[in-house]
């Protein structure tokens, strides 16, 4: 089975609006968006998710999935 980065993507967005995180949710969906290439969105969305990750910010499944994402996202970048 492959992985689906634009619907992990989507699940953490939801997860931290779900968290009232809004304005970090935004900032992944919007990655989806407005993005004109794969390549493209997988960086934006790849930074979003670090500058997430260096912060507390979220729940520990919101971590975990974020984490998850930009290590798979990091795997194919290479």
């Given at each position: 089975m492959s992985y689906d980065y634009y619907a992990e993507?989507?699940?953490l967005?939801?997860?931290l609006k779900d968290e009232g995180l809004n304005e970090?949710?935004?900032k992944v969906l919007?990655?989806?968006?407005?993005?004109?290439t794969a390549t493209e969105i997988l960086m934006v969305i790849r930074w979003n998710l670090n500058e997430l990750l260096?912060?507390?910010?979220?729940?520990?499944?919101a971590?975990?999935?974020a984490r998850r994402l930009a290590e798979k996202i990091d795997i194919i970048m290479k």
């Open positions: 993507a989507r699940k967005a939801q997860l970090r949710g935004e919007s990655s989806l968006e407005e993005g004109f260096s912060t507390e910010l979220g729940s520990a499944e971590r975990s999935c």
